[in-house]
């Protein structure tokens, strides 16, 4: 059974950078597209950034493009996202998703169906 364990969230500043990881284990990590969503109080969640399997395309959302850079490393089995000038809006749940069937643009949260428990990010003005 997959299990995706996320951290790094944290308090920060706006224009400030954090940096979160996602662990995988109970399967074989080379093959899923990993997936970052966020959800904000009172919002739907929605989709932030993809990588894909073995050949390394990205997707992101226009809302975070240019500011946050998603990355995998196959060896340790993580998905990070690194996350730059932060604002506000950014403030959310982070959480960590996995898909061996699906493709890195797929966007919709009902596509993924490994999940972690999420890290909370919070963005001060």
């Known amino acids: 059974q997959v299990q995706l364990v996320e951290s790094g969230g944290g308090l920060v500043q706006a224009g400030g950078s954090l940096r979160l990881s996602c662990t995988f284990s109970?399967?074989?990590?080379?093959?899923?597209?990993l997936t970052w969503f966020r959800q904000a109080p009172g919002k739907e969640r929605e989709f932030v950034a993809a990588?894909?399997?073995?050949?390394?395309?990205?997707n992101y959302a226009d809302s975070v493009k240019g500011r946050f850079t998603i990355s995998r490393d196959d060896a340790q089995k993580t998905v990070s996202l690194q996350m730059n000038s932060l604002k506000p809006e950014d403030t959310a749940v982070y959480f960590c998703?996995?898909?061996?069937?699906?493709?890195?643009?797929?966007?919709?949260?009902?596509?993924?169906?490994?999940w972690g428990q999420g890290t909370r990010v919070t963005v001060s003005s």
């Open positions: 998703a996995a898909t061996s069937i699906h493709s890195y643009r797929d966007t919709l949260a009902n596509k993924y169906r490994y």
């Open positions: 990588i894909s399997d073995r050949i390394i395309d990205t």
């Open positions: 109970g399967g074989t990590f080379a093959i899923y597209t």
